[in-house]
Nanobody, 123 residues
Framework: QLQLVESGGGSVQPGGSLRLSCAAS????????IAWFRRAPGKEREGLSC????????YYVDSVKGRFTISRDNAKNTVYLQMNSLKPEDTAVYYC????????????????WGQGTQVTVSS
């Protein structure tokens, strides 16, 4: 059974950077679509970026395009989210999630979730 653990969150000033990690255990990430989500206080969960299960193509929502980069290290069974030019509105709990073998990673059907990591952007 695949399990996910996020790390790398913290506090940073506006304009700063953080790299979040999503370490998988219990299974390899082969054939899993992987996504990063966030939930800000008082707001609904928002999908940010994902990697397709078949060809690993990355996708980004407009709010993070050009600032965030999703990547995957198969040797470490880990997915990363590099976040640059952070803004106060990026403050949220960030989650990674996985779903097995879907046609495209932009799907609401993620069924394996990590526990989340807090990111706070403040001066």
């Amino acid at each position: 059974q695949l399990q996910l653990v996020e790390s790398g969150g913290g506090s940073v000033q506006p304009g700063g950077s953080l790299r979040l990690s999503c370490a998988a255990s219990g299974s390899t990430l082969d054939y899993y679509a992987i996504a990063w989500f966030r939930r800000a206080p008082g707001k609904e969960r928002e999908g940010l970026s994902c990697l397709d299960s078949m060809d690993g193509s990355p996708y980004y929502v407009d709010s993070v395009k050009g600032r965030f980069t999703i990547s995957r290290d198969n040797a470490k069974n880990t997915v990363y989210l590099q976040m640059n030019s952070l803004k106060p509105e990026d403050t949220a709990v960030y989650y990674c999630a996985a779903v097995y073998l879907v046609p495209q990673c932009y799907t609401p059907n993620y069924d394996i979730w990590g526990q989340g990591t807090q990111v706070t952007v403040s001066s």
